[in-house]
């Protein structure tokens, strides 16, 4: 069964643009989280997605936002980017929504803005 | 809020050696702990996952335990080999579907 997917891989940025990065959860999944890793703050839980819906939220500003498409395939989207937005996104997938299941990683999106 | 915390941020030792990874989280209330490997600009790979209800998990040469109450974990590396050079991550799962991670420990293990 194939892992996590994500695209691109790389991107490069200027400031200001905005940007729409993909991931695609493991076949079955249905249940997709973003987390912001970044040299100063670590891993930071960004939002979760299930069933095309808005299930938690971490504390980011409104300039992240994402969506889930009926596939489970979710993007993630930045908006009037920022110095600061440079990091890995790395995206998970789990079989359901909920505290019991497992979240496997995908291999993550580097994003620097210049 | 929870806060999760890796002692030491980095670690060097030579090949062949055991060794341990500290892992503390300042909320008990978690459903889970996980760790985690992560190479350098790659993604996260799942190491082990211990329950809340657990002691400890074993995989391979590794070993990971749980003490829920005093808010601690330990990783386990038993003969390590270069090939284990990597950061090393913890994460709890606590009421909200998701993680909150360490700061990692930095490992390298010296041909």
């Known amino acids: 069964k194939a892992g996590v997917t994500q695209t691109p891989r790389y991107l490069i940025k200027t400031r200001g643009q905005q940007v729409t990065l993909s991931c695609s959860p493991i076949s079955g999944h249905r249940s997709v989280s973003w987390y912001q890793q970044t040299p100063g703050q670590g891993l930071q839980f960004l939002f979760e997605y299930f069933s095309e819906t808005q299930r938690n939220k971490g504390n980011f500003p409104g300039r992240f936002s994402g969506r889930q498409f009926s596939n489970s395939r979710s993007e993630m989207n930045v908006s009037t980017l920022e110095l600061g937005d440079s990091a890995l996104y790395l995206c998970?997938?789990?079989?359901?929504?909920?505290?019991?299941?497992?979240?496997?990683f995908g291999p993550g999106t580097r994003l620097t803005v210049t | 809020k929870q806060e999760v915390t890796q002692i030491p941020a980095a670690l060097s030792v030579p090949e062949g050696e055991n060794l341990v990874l500290n892992c503390s989280f300042t909320?008990?209330?978690?459903?889970?702990l996980q760790w985690f490997r992560q190479d350098p600009g790659k993604g996260l790979t799942s190491l082990l996952l211990i329950q809340s209800s657990q002691r400890e998990q074993t995989s391979g040469r590794l070993n990971a335990s749980l003490d829920k109450s005093s808010g601690r974990s330990t990783l386990y590396i038993a003969a390590s080999q270069p090939g284990d050079s990597a950061t090393y991550l913890c994460?709890?799962?606590?009421?909200?579907?998701?993680?909150?991670f360490g700061t990692g420990t930095r490992l390298t293990v010296i041909p």
């Open positions: 909320d008990s209330a978690i459903y889970n």
């Open positions: 994460a709890v799962k606590t009421g909200a579907n998701n993680l909150f």
């Open positions: 998970a997938s789990s079989l359901h929504q909920g505290i019991g299941y497992e979240q496997y």
